[in-house]
Nanobody, 126 residues
Framework: QLQLVESGGGLVQPGGSLRLSCVASGFTLEYYTIGWFRQAPGKDREGVSCVSRSGGATKYVDSVKGRFTISRDNAKNTVYLQMNSLKPEDTAIYYC???????????????????WGQGTQVTVSS
């Protein structure tokens, strides 16, 4: 079965950190461009950060630049999102997605991709 599974979400205080993981099973992640997306209640899903197949190119939405870092370990079939200096407005369900033959820029802008995970809840609150 081909799937992506996210983990690492939780409840954290403002200013805290979390690291999300996205593990692929049933397929080899290194051939795919990967993106992290989030959806807050009542809002559209947005692309947060995306990374190329090699990890050499990345893209971030302006609101997380300097705070979030995307990385990938193709040997472990895993992509990470390190989130620092978290703010209440970062509260959302976070999803990872994988797509073939797409640029990093297009990955973060488009909302239809080959594979999606089930999501992990991130709540930033005091």
């Amino acid at each position: 079965q081909l799937q992506l599974v996210e983990s690492g979400g939780g409840l954290v205080q403002p200013g805290g950190s979390l690291r999300l993981s996205c593990v692929a099973s049933g397929f080899t992640l290194e051939y795919y461009t990967i993106g992290w997306f989030r959806q807050a209640p009542g809002k559209d899903r947005e692309g947060v950060s995306c990374v190329s197949r090699s990890g050499g190119a990345t893209k971030y939405v302006d609101s997380v630049k300097g705070r979030f870092t995307i990385s990938r370990d193709n040997a472990k079939n895993t992509v990470y999102l390190q989130m620092n200096s978290l703010k209440p407005e970062d509260t959302a369900i976070y999803y990872c997605a994988a797509d073939l033959g797409i640029t990093v820029q297009d990955m973060c802008v488009m909302n239809r991709h080959d594979y999606w995970g089930q999501g992990t809840q991130v709540t930033v609150s005091s």
